[in-house]
Structure formats: structure tokens, C-alpha cells
């Protein structure tokens, strides 16, 4: 496969249990409690959310990464609360250090007859909490009904979410985001797909390091700091973005940020542990509140490749491949209705008056032009880099393209059929 391993930044490595004793922490300018696992329920009643919420992250951690969150620190910090209702973010802190990184979840709170009923995000709960908490805010409110953990059904059609969450597994993998860097200029991806805390999968994250150190909402939608040095961003379709080690990064409670809207800094801060090997961005991918693959997906208009190993691979941008430890220019995003011309290492790709060579040629795109997409139709077949098709797209020009030289990022047609 393609790629190698920029040294220097984060390593991979044996996974280390934090042996943090569990403690009260006060966070500036929020209520914020660590609580040990396990908590006894009755110790909750006719009391604040914390102990509640510390118990529901410490099962959710036991689920997630398994024995060793029960050596990690429950840091659950309250931004919201009123009328009986409470919501925050939930942060299991590894050893400043650790090869293991933290995790970390929005939260819901109801108390219904002095206990507190806790959900976190990508949870069905979080979902069905957010539609009656008085503590969501507006823009929130859609965003979050998509945080429930529900997957797509097979029966539901490709490249259209049915009303349901659109996930990777069902022939969707666009995303809508550009790098998580300044649009025009370039960057490097230090270090190739990787799990959120080293090797072990889902491969979900990046590395960036590089040209102005400034990094940047790769979409927009609602921020909140996670801890100091990490901003969690949630998206529209359950897609959520996680920016770790920054410094001077914003201080934010669910404030809506626009697409490349500042964020912080490259930097190496581990406030909530993990570790950092130079100055770098650790970029997350997340959908329906889980960490998810990056490979497939776009960031902008680089569609990024798994290598033989974490840390190594590739993105790809038309025929263009940059191995991890190269530089990408930062194009902006790719709209859900565009398209990448990919000419499978050729220079162009024709463009025809109808959906077939039988049809004459109207003009060319350029590999690694964005071309935008009305609708789709059968016509004869081609083969391209994904495998042969007999899809055509028709351009907003009114010209078409066959899909075999093109990434949509979807396994059909991408604004329906003609």
C-alpha cells in the first residue's frame, strides 16, 4: 500500500493504563466533578448530576476501550443546568503522557423523582433527551436528533439518508467538510489513518502539522470544549470532528461556528492526557457519537486511503496521490451534489451531450476539477478506478460525465435520477 510514517509526531505504541487516582476537579468558569466507577445509585438521589453522569461514563468507557477505563479519571463538567436538567461534557482523562488518548462525550441529564437519568451523545436517549431539554439550544436541536446511534437500514437508498442517519456502511461517504486548515493554503499530513488513540481501529484520525499552525472548523456547526486543548465540533447528518493538542484554542459551550472558522492552534497539550510528539492537530472523525473509518471519506477534496499499517497512507485528489508526510493544499469543501473528476491517471476526461460515447463530445474537465451534479442516468459502461459502471452524470452545464471518472463519494446517483 502507499504511504510511510512521519516519526516525530505521535508514535504508536503498547497501551499503558493511566493509574490516575480519581479526584474533585474544579474546571474555570463551569461546575466540573470527577467521580470514581461505579458510584452507588442510592449516593445520587436528591444530588446534582455529577456522581450520576461519572456512573454512565465509566459504563460507557468499560464498553468502548474496555478493563483499562477503569484505571481512567471521570471528568464530568456541567455547562447547562435548570429546572431539574443538566448537560455538559463527559471526559474519561488518561496520564498526561499515555499512549491511550481521552474520551469524551456530550451528556444529558433529567432528574425524575430525585434520581438522574443520564445519556450521552450517540446514545438513543441523548436523542430523545435533546428533543425536551429547555437547555438545547435552537441550532442544536436538529443536529443532536441525529446523536442517537442509529444506523442506516440496507433497504434505505444509497446516497440518501431516508430520514434516517446517513453512516459510512451505507454507500455514503460524503461529509461536507473541508481540511481542518486554511482554505488556500497547504499543509501536512504528518500522519496517515490511525486509530483516536493509536493503532488499534476504527483508523478514524489524522495528523496535521505545518503552514500557518492555525486550525479551522472543517465544517460548520455547534463547539464545545471538550477539555482544555480539545474542541469537538458537531456536524449535520451525525457527523461530529474532534481537534486535539491545541493551543490557544476558543472556549466554547455549543457556540455555532462556521465552516474554517478559527479553533485554535497546532500545539502538544495533553491537558486530558495522551500524548503529542511535536506540534501537530490530532483530528477525529466521529458519526452517531462513535469513532468511525476516515478512509473513503473526503476531507475537502482529498479522499483519504488506508496504508498497510496505522499511520501510514494516503489522500487522493483526482489521479493525484500524496503520501502521508506530504503536503495538501486545502481546496475547500466539496458540496454533497459535486463531484472530483478523477481521469485514472489520465490528464482529462470528455465530456458528451448525452449519457454515452455514442453521443458527441461537448468539452473536457481537467483531472481534479470539482464539476457539480443535476442528475444521474444509464448509459453504456466504463471502467474506471472504483470498478466499472454504467452511471452517468449529468453537469449543471448540461453536459454529461461518466461516473466511472469521477468521486461523489456516493455508490448511485447523487442528486437522483434524470
Known amino acids: 500500500m502507499f504511504g510511510y510514517r512521519m516519526f516525530g509526531w505521535r508514535r504508536p505504541g503498547a497501551r499503558r493504563t493511566a493509574g490516575i487516582t480519581t479526584a474533585v476537579l474544579t474546571l474555570a468558569g463551569a461546575l466540573s466533578m470527577a467521580a470514581p466507577a461505579g458510584a452507588a445509585s442510592a449516593d445520587r438521589r436528591d444530588a446534582g448530576p ?12 468499560r464498553a468502548e476501550i474496555g478493563a483499562a477505563a477503569a484505571h481512567d479519571t471521570t ?9 431539574g436538567w443538566a448537560f455538559g461534557t463527559a471526559v474519561l482523562a488518561t496520564e498526561p503522557g499515555s499512549e491511550r488518548m481521552p474520551m469524551g462525550w456530550l451528556f444529558h441529564a433529567e432528574r425524575e423523582g430525585g434520581t438522574w ?12 433527551l ?5 437547555l438545547v439550544k435552537a441550532e442544536e436541536k436538529p443536529l443532536f436528533a441525529r446523536l442517537d446511534g442509529r444506523r442506516a437500514k440496507p433497504s434505505e437508498e444509497a446516497g440518501r439518508d431516508g430520514g434516517g442517519a446517513v453512516v459510512y456502511g451505507a454507500g455514503d461517504y460524503r461529509t461536507g467538510m473541508a481540511l481542518p486548515t486554511t482554505v488556500g493554503a497547504g499543509t501536512v499530513m504528518t500522519s496517515g489513518p490511525h486509530g483516536w488513540s493509536g493503532s488499534a481501529a476504527p483508523w478514524s484520525s489524522l495528523d496535521f502539522a505545518g503552514g500557518d499552525e492555525v486550525v479551522r472548523a472543517a465544517r460548520q456547526g455547534t463547539a464545545y470544549t471538550m477539555c482544555r486543548g480539545w474542541i469537538r465540533v458537531v456536524h449535520d447528518r451525525g457527523y461530529a470532528t474532534d481537534y486535539y493538542h491545541l493551543w490557544n484554542n476558543i472556549n466554547t459551550n455549543g457556540g455555532w461556528v462556521g465552516a474554517g472558522a478559527f479553533l485554535g492552534y497546532t500545539g502538544t497539550d495533553v491537558t486530558c492526557g495522551g500524548a503529542a510528539y511535536g506540534r501537530h492537530v490530532h483530528f477525529g472523525l466521529i458519526q452517531n457519537g462513535s ?3 476516515v478512509a473513503g471519506h473526503n476531507l475537502g477534496k482529498w479522499v483519504i486511503y488506508n496504508g498497510s499499517a496505522a499511520y501510514q497512507g494516503s489522500a487522493m485528489h483526482g489521479s493525484r496521490l500524496v503520501n502521508a508526510g506530504g503536503t495538501l493544499y486545502n481546496y475547500g469543501a466539496l458540496g ?4 472530483v473528476v478523477d481521469a485514472n491517471g489520465g490528464t482529462y476526461v470528455n465530456k458528451r451531450t448525452g449519457p454515452g460515447t455514442g453521443y458527441a463530445v461537448s468539452g473536457s474537465a481537467a483531472d481534479g476539477a470539482t464539476v457539480t451534479v443535476s442528475c444521474s442516468a444509464n448509459g453504456t459502461a466504463h471502467t474506471g478506478r472504483y470498478g466499472t459502471t454504467s452511471l452517468w452524470n449529468r453537469l449543471s452545464d448540461g453536459t454529461w460525465i461518466s461516473d466511472a471518472y469521477v468521486w461523489s ?10
Open 409 to 418: 463519494g456516493v455508490n448511485g446517483p447523487v442528486s437522483g435520477w434524470c
Open 336 to 339: 454533497l451534489n459535486q463531484a
Open 75 to 83: 471528568r464530568v463538567n456541567v455547562t447547562r443546568d435548570a429546572g
Open 50 to 61: 455529577e456522581a450520576a453522569v461519572a456512573e454512565r461514563l465509566a459504563e460507557r468507557g
Open 130 to 134: 435533546s428533543r425536551r431539554s429547555p
Open 291 to 293: 469513532y468511525i473509518p
Open 117 to 128: 437519568r443520564v445519556a450521552l451523545e450517540g446514545e438513543e436517549r441523548f436523542a430523545e
